[in-house]
């Protein structure tokens, strides 16, 4: 079946650094492939998408390229800020819902 | 304001107490989802509606009672539940366009303690 992968948190980052959090996938074809990000005491927001090999998904600052031939999917940031702490999910889109990795802990201190 | 509204937003309940969960979409989707998140988990997917009609559920025990009475609306009955329960549990809604993008909107989810 579909799965996602994510590497394990907590990262731990200052402002300003470079952020990259790793997201591998497994599926059936060329599903949709989605950054989510949650916020302390709210639910998940979307923060991109891709829906192609090659596309590049960004927004707010954070991009990440949908590639097949690695199957990754992984979430990069130039430059981090202390609002960026929130915890990121990386999902792909399934037969009907989408299956969502464990999630990473972004904590970036000032 | 995600379009997506979830009440209560925290809830604490004995083992042996019937409550129910109520989430509400303003977005005009067709699909709404039951979501569990639990510490150290991945979100766990429960239920699926496609206009209005379940469509997926994934191994929920019976003490999980889903209903949606229509494309606005759904509710998660709860009743006799065990201490595992306790989680947040995150309402989902999206527009369902069969091979195509659907992200979908969340709301910010019931924290759900069981005494």
């Known amino acids: 079946g579909d799965s996602v992968t994510q590497m394990e948190g907590p990262v731990t980052l200052s402002e300003e650094a470079f952020l990259t959090i790793n997201c591998t996938y497994t599926?059936?074809?060329?599903?949709?492939l989605f950054w989510y990000v949650q916020y302390p005491g709210e639910g998940l927001q979307l923060l991109l998408k891709?829906?192609?090999?090659?596309d590049k998904g960004s927004n707010k600052g954070f991009e990440a390229t949908y590639r097949k031939e690695t199957t990754s999917f992984h979430l990069e940031k130039g430059s981090v800020q202390v609002s960026d702490s929130a915890v990121y999910f990386c999902?792909?889109?399934?037969?009907?819902?989408?299956?969502f990795g464990s999630g990473t802990r972004l904590q970036v201190q000032p | 304001e995600t379009g997506v509204t979830q009440t209560p937003r925290h809830l604490v309940m004995g083992m042996t107490n019937k409550k129910s969960l109520k989430c509400e979409q303003h977005?005009?989707?067709?699909?709404m989802y039951w979501y569990k998140q639990s510490a150290k988990k991945p979100l766990e997917l429960m239920f699926v509606?496609?206009?209005?009609?379940?469509?997926e559920n994934n191994s929920v025990p019976s003490r999980f009672s889903p209903e949606c009475p229509n494309s606005s609306h759904l509710f998660l009955h709860l009743h006799t539940l065990q201490p595992e329960d306790s989680a947040l549990y995150l309402c989902?809604?999206?527009?369902?366009?069969?091979?195509?993008?659907?992200?979908?909107?969340f709301g910010d989810g019931t924290r759900l303690s069981i005494l």
């Open positions: 989902a809604s999206s527009q369902e366009r069969g091979q195509g993008p659907w992200p979908q909107h």
């Open positions: 599926a059936t074809g060329y599903p949709s």
């Open positions: 891709a829906t192609k090999a090659d």
């Open positions: 999902a792909l889109a399934g037969r009907r819902a989408l299956t």
């Open positions: 977005l005009g989707h067709n699909a």
């Open positions: 509606y496609s206009l209005e009609e379940r469509v």
